[in-house]
């Protein structure tokens, strides 16, 4: 499987772009990632990899986005970017997730990866603006992986995105970027109604003989003012996609991402281990895209390093979080939120202002923390790489207490649908 792979990577794409994803993404990665160690070890803390939503508007109206796509546009302009992008290589950051809204819709998005041909982008992206065009210049640039996000048939995913004839657009952005020798990956945000569609070998086959290079399957999180929550998938349902990904990774010549388990299977948050932050379109510094809460901004007076190692908020936010649940908190645990918010006095980072409306109305439910169902790894690659790169950096194991663990499942219903709603007495804590 390891050799098909790599033929794969030799023969579908542009050498310089691999080589460049190997210097960039592989090696400096890596060493970002050491230093993030390192740094820990010292008391010190800044994240190894950066989310950037560089612009908060959209073509699409999906099903459960907690982005402002209806607010008046707003973007994080060029400079602000370069310099925020600036300060977190001299940290030894390589590696940038770049999302939106759409990014592409962002005017100036090309010029920032033609500013920083040093590092390496990840675009999150509907595939719609990746034209001819557009691909042979980021094959000219040679430092961005577009991950097109395709949500289902053709059928199912203009359900999903709300508007017909989205999927066909989608799949010509990814012919385009595939056309153009791009490196690129499609991710899913899997959920009941795409489910049996795309956690399928059949789908995987067809991203591998298109020529996708890696893949994405990520848990829909029932969030933003319009959550959908009747599109969230059952604990057993959960673990199906894990077991389908450890499969996938040890048997088909495709890398598949994972963003919340350790090598043993084991579950963790990337922001709650410091592995990675957010900053939203306004330049406000928040654990994560999901959690749009934020004390800081990359507009403050301070460089981001201080900022990092100073913030209260966001330390407070992975220590508490990381002694109540190793799960996505804001699927198991909103309260915890809340009272982070009201304890530091954080604002709402979002245009429509509902951010703390839309947490209590949060029916909690289990997400990726599952005790005594963790699938371990299969691959020794995949095993390797979490043991050095992607873990929880002790975080867990200094402050994960099982028994202040509240498991969402004990008052659910077969589905892993909370009976109760309003009963959030389960869920609470003392005033922090």
Known sequence: MYLRMAKRFLLETD??????????????????VHRHKRRLKQGEFFPPFLYLSVINSCNLRCQGCWVDVDSKQHRIELDAANETIRQAKAMGNSFFGILG????MHKDLLKIFE???????????????????????????????????VEGSEIISDQRRGKSGV??????????ALRNKLLVGVCTSVC??????????????????????YCWFHIYRPVGPEP????????DQQRRVRQFVVDTRATKPIIVIDAYHDDA???????????????????????????????????????????????????????LTAQHTRGCVIMERPDLLLQLADKHGARDTTARGRVFEELKNVTPRRSQYQPGDEIPERSFVYRW??????????TYGRRFDVANYADPDSASSPDGNSQDANDKSKFSLPVV
């Not at 959908?228 to 604990?235: D, E, H, K, Y």
């Open 228 to 235: 959908n929550p009747q599109l969230a998938l059952s604990s």
């Open 15 to 32: 050498k310089r772009l691999l080589a460049k994803a190997a210097w960039t993404l592989g090696a400096r990665g890596l060493w970002s």
């Open 265 to 319: 299977g084991n579950a963790l948050c990337p922001a709650v281990t410091g592995f990675t932050h957010h900053v939203g379109p306004w330049g406000d510094i928040e654990p994560c895209p999901v959690i749009q809460i934020a004390k800081e901004s990359i507009h403050d007076q301070r460089d981001l390093a201080t900022t990092f190692n100073e913030s209260e908020f966001l330390r407070d936010f992975r220590e």
């Open 101 to 104: 809204g759409e990014p592409f």
């Open 385 to 394: 790489a979490k043991k050095y790169a992607f873990n929880d950096f002790g």
């Open 192 to 213: 009941k109604t795409n489910l049996d569609d795309l956690v399928t070998d059949a789908w995987v086959d067809r991203l591998i003989e298109m020529g996708v290079m």
């Open 167 to 176: 999927y066909n657009q989608t799949m010509a952005g990814l012919e385009a």
């Open 115 to 149: 500013a920083n041909r040093d590092v390496y982008f990840q675009v999150f992206t509907n595939g719609h603006f990746i034209t001819d065009d557009v691909a042979i210049r980021l094959r000219e640039l040679g430092n961005v992986t577009p991950l097109i996000s």
